[in-house]
């Protein structure tokens, strides 16, 4: 258009010089202006233009991004479960002295997340649903815990778990696709199989518990599903024992070859055997290949032909041979926790397991002579010898029992009870007796422990958790503290913005203070017994563990937030490293009576 104009207006002045060559002043004058105004006329049209242009970019730019940020699902969080705001300023409370510490307020939890999908939702609503379930199970828990020795010493993988799927739903906020959140499903699926399985071998937990189980199970099933990947397991680990159970075939065989029974018997159980290591092996070399549930199942047919030949081994009454059956059968219960899967309770397999601890019962009654007992203070002797005669009948009835024909569950439960707590309380007493074999009694316990589970039952008489274990836990979490603050401190200047960098240094120095006050609390064991003492250890405990939930998702997230690389994973890897002691002892001291 500009061209055109131009060469209208050249047109137009070499019309004008060619008739009149002797113009004056004003002609040329009239030209230039002439053209000044054209050229100034199609500059501020193209600038309009321009400008409009890039206005209508701008509002679409902004359009698009607010269509990005919006998200279209917002899933519900109950009471408790909500996803914390930044903190706010710090405000003394009234009454506060000069130069006392001040902690910051905590903000009011959100009361939902907001995911980008139809499946990021589903799979929070699962979460959700899951940590409800889970948070009434851990209430039931920790009272019954007050009771039994057993499901006290899960209590802090019970706690991480807890902390787990709460660090988990934060991760949901804002998600569109579930790839990024598959690293942590795993580590947290994982946590939760093992105290599944664990839960399940308690015996005496409410139908409610049971019930809470089942559904987190199948809850975790679902969510796993949802990812398209199966249940996490140790594939190294697991071949470690199949390996192992190979090594004690080949030795069982060579005890069968050097044994004084019948060649023909020998011969068919050294066939039987090497056949069993065969398929055992080469499920070892294929191990990589199985998913879960091909892996449960191959195991499982191994297990039933193995408890075949085991019971005509067993009754053989060979003492090396039920010593290698005894190794052969740890690498198979070891194999049953690395599956998360309960092993097969028959009463059918109690008679051998009873008949080996009573002849290890023989072997360590025996050598408790007079002659050996007077290493004992008078009224100890007293009490061995209480304990020996109890012993005695009580073996003897149980055996007895479990070899019978048609043994009944409740009966052993009851005979094996009796005889287990003989057993534990005396057992003090009988390894301080000088011709007491300490393998035998090994052995003794290893018979009553797996008798405990084939029975389903649990020692609730069991020595509670010692003072000096939670000093030790309190003292390696104070170290990993100080390391954990040294290391967000060093990197702070890396932190974006300026909200986060304040938050996580301000968490991590106060994570630090009370992990460090709880360790000297606790290693004050004199005033244990003050129940001021312990009203302040409790709430310092209590501190802490306030201090590690808002510290921990902001360890979660520290990628986003302008650290990456080596420095990001080591500092992640330091606050795994204080997850276990912090579970011991909000399992020991908080809402304890």
Partial sequence: MLIRCLLIAIVVVATWSGAARTGSAQN?????????????????????????????????????????????????????????????????????????????????????????????????????????????????????????????????????????????????????????????????????????????????????????????????????????????????????????????????????????????????????????????????????????????????????????????????????????????????????????????????????????????????????????????????QVRVLESVRQLTQQSVRFTNLATSSRPQRAELQSAFRSLDETWCAGQPLFVRIPTVNLGHVAEINRSCEQLREALNLRADYASPVRLADLVHSAAALEGTAEVLRDHVLRNQRYFQPNEFRAGITENVQSFYRHAKEVHELLSRGDRMNDRRHMAELQEETGHLLEDWNQLAPQLSQIQNHGLSGPRATQIQQTGQEAVPPIAQLAAALLDQS
């Fill in 28 to 380: 040329g004058q009239l030209i230039e202006g002439l053209f000044r105004t054209l050229a100034e006329s199609q500059l501020e049209r193209e600038r309009q233009k321009r400008a409009e242009a890039e206005e209508r970019a701008r509002r679409e730019a902004i359009q698009r991004e607010q269509e990005s940020r919006r998200d279209p699902y917002e899933v519900r969080l109950p009471s408790g479960f909500g996803v914390p705001q930044p903190n706010l300023p710090a405000r003394p409370p009234v009454g506060t002295p000069p130069g006392a510490p001040i902690r910051p307020d905590r903000g009011p939890e959100l009361g939902s997340i907001n995911v980008r999908s139809e499946k990021a939702a589903q799979y929070a609503q699962n979460l959700v649903a899951f940590n409800q379930s889970y948070s009434q199970l851990v209430a039931e828990l920790r009272s019954a815990a007050t009771r039994n020795a057993e499901l006290r010493t899960l209590m802090p993988q019970v706690y991480e778990v807890s902390a787990s799927g709460r660090t988990l739903l934060r991760q949901c906020d804002g998600l569109s696709v579930l790839s990024p959140i598959i690293p942590s499903h795993q580590e947290w699926d994982s946590r939760w199989r093992n105290i599944s399985f664990q839960l399940r071998r308690v015996g005496g937990l409410s139908d409610s518990c049971n019930d809470a189980i089942r559904t987190c199970d199948q809850l975790c099933t679902a969510m796993s599903r949802q990812l398209n990947i199966q249940p996490q397991f140790d594939r190294i680990a697991l071949r470690d024992q199949m390996t192992t159970a190979a090594a004690h075939m080949q030795t069982l065989m060579d005890d069968l070859e050097l044994s004084s029974i019948p060649r023909d018997q020998c011969h068919r159980l050294e066939h039987d055997c090497r056949l069993l290591r065969q398929q055992l092996l080469a499920d070892a070399q294929r191990i990589d290949r199985y998913g879960y549930n091909e892996c449960v199942s191959k195991f499982s047919d191994f297990a039933s032909r193995w408890r075949a030949f085991g019971a005509q081994a067993y009754a053989l009454g060979d003492a090396h041979i039920a010593r290698r059956l005894d190794r052969i059968s740890e690498c198979g219960e070891a194999t049953y926790e690395l599956l998360w899967i309960p092993p097969p309770s028959s009463v059918t397999e109690i008679g051998p397991i009873a008949t080996r601890l009573k002849q290890k019962l023989d072997l360590v009654t025996e050598k408790m002579t007079l002659r050996a007992l007077t290493s004992l203070p008078p009224g100890d």
